[in-house]
């Protein structure tokens, strides 16, 4: 008999706590801007230690990467961030760049000092759990200049720019599809911790199942993620799977089978690397199950799985990294808050690659409507704005 997923969880929850939960002060239209988690094309190769990269050419400025514990080779927020550094230098020469490794929530705040001291043009932090200690050293050094990946802070800090995504409207176009793809009438997600970054994609996926329910009076239900109902604008409260982890692939393989057992044929993992070990689970539950890969095109970062990639929602921390970071260098940077969304290009669907011929024409025609209907605001991404099946 399969193991009920929430009573999984609860036994995780139990035996594996979650990571920092980090503080900080950010608006309900904050949060659910901020997004987590991306691996971008042609991400870095760079050494998996966590001593500085060499700065690779004399110049007048210097961008500098401060990575969250996972490391400048995550397949995730931190590589990509790392692209986004050598994007800028390919666009400007003048530019060089460096980075600084986290082993532990405590080297955050000496990370960002030393970079402080070396007199960065830019420091660029790495995810929701930095928030704190960037803020923190912000404030200190106002003359400094930072950009922090999937944090907002509200009041703004002048010399911080918030890189956020609304990643939930990409993942409602991709929980659609899973809905409109699967035969069994279960599709299930998971994440790798419960923060705003993460549960903004399982909220958006959810929404996409509920809408698809809506306008084809099916009755696809979605397993991993129960959103609040009656929750406040912009919240993203629910209760869900969550691996507490970022890296075990073990786990995903794990949560992953448990939601095949329940009969999902199409899964989301929002976990980081975790998610490999979803691949694998799906893989080896054989022809007629799938997966959705997130934050950058799965066929490009986990190509030894693309067969099974429906398609990936992802979100531009290299673009935004590039930019922030050109800006810097050319003087024009300016603090506040980047929102990325389906219509600047911030989030977006990944090509259907291997099933862009399996996918009915009628189901990506329709994606393509409810794109343009979620930016022109008469689309909702909530979930609780849809019934529940």
């Not at 239209?29 to 050494?47: D, E, K, L, M, R």
């Amino acid at each position: 008999m399969a193991t009920s997923i929430d009573t999984a969880q609860r036994a995780r929850s139990r035996r594996r706590p979650g990571r920092l939960g980090a503080a900080a002060a950010v608006s309900a239209a904050g949060i659910a801007a901020v997004v987590c988690t991306t691996v971008t094309a042609g991400a870095s190769a760079a050494s998996a230690t966590h001593r500085p990269a060499a700065v690779h050419h004399a110049s007048k400025f210097l961008a500098c990467e401060v990575t969250d514990t996972w490391g400048i080779n995550d397949e995730s927020f931190n590589q990509s961030a790392y692209l986004g550094l050598k994007q800028a230098q390919a666009a400007d020469p003048a530019v060089s760049y460096t980075y600084l490794g986290s082993t532990s929530t405590s080297d955050y705040t000496p990370n960002i000092a030393k970079f402080i001291a070396k007199s960065c043009g830019i420091i660029i932090t790495v995810g929701f759990d930095m928030g704190n200690a960037t803020s923190a050293a912000a404030k200190k050094n106002p003359s400094s200049k930072f950009a922090i990946v999937d944090f907002a802070y509200s009041p703004n800090i002048p010399n911080v720019l918030g890189l956020t995504y609304e990643t939930n409207q990409d993942a409602f176009l991709g929980g659609y599809l899973a809905a409109a793809m699967s035969k069994t009438g279960f599709v299930g997600t998971f994440g790798g911790q419960n923060i705003p970054p993460v549960t903004i994609y399982m909220d958006g996926f959810v929404a996409g199942v509920r809408y698809f329910n809506k306008l084809n009076h099916a009755h696809v239900k979605a397993l991993g993620w129960t959103p609040t109902p009656g929750r406040a604008k912009g919240s993203l409260a629910g209760r869900g799977v969550f691996t507490n982890n970022f890296t075990d692939q073990g786990l995903g393989e794990t949560d992953t089978k448990t939601l095949i057992a329940q009969g999902a044929d199409v899964v989301f993992p929002v976990a980081g690397s975790v998610g490999l070990g979803a691949a694998a689970a799906v893989k080896q539950a054989g022809s007629g199950h799938y997966m959705e890969w997130v934050d950058t095109d799965g066929c490009i970062s986990a190509k030894q799985y693309c067969s099974l990639f429906l398609t990936s929602v992802t979100k531009g921390i290299a673009t935004s990294v590039k930019t922030a970071v050109l800006e810097a260098a050319k003087g024009t940077f300016k603090g506040g808050v980047y929102v990325g969304t389906l219509a600047n290009g911030g989030v977006a669907l990944s090509p259907y690659h291997q099933f862009a011929s399996v996918i009915p024409a009628s189901v990506q025609s329709e994606i393509n409507k409810l794109k343009a209907g979620i930016i022109a605001g008469k689309i909702s991404v909530d979930p609780t704005s849809y019934p529940a099946s």
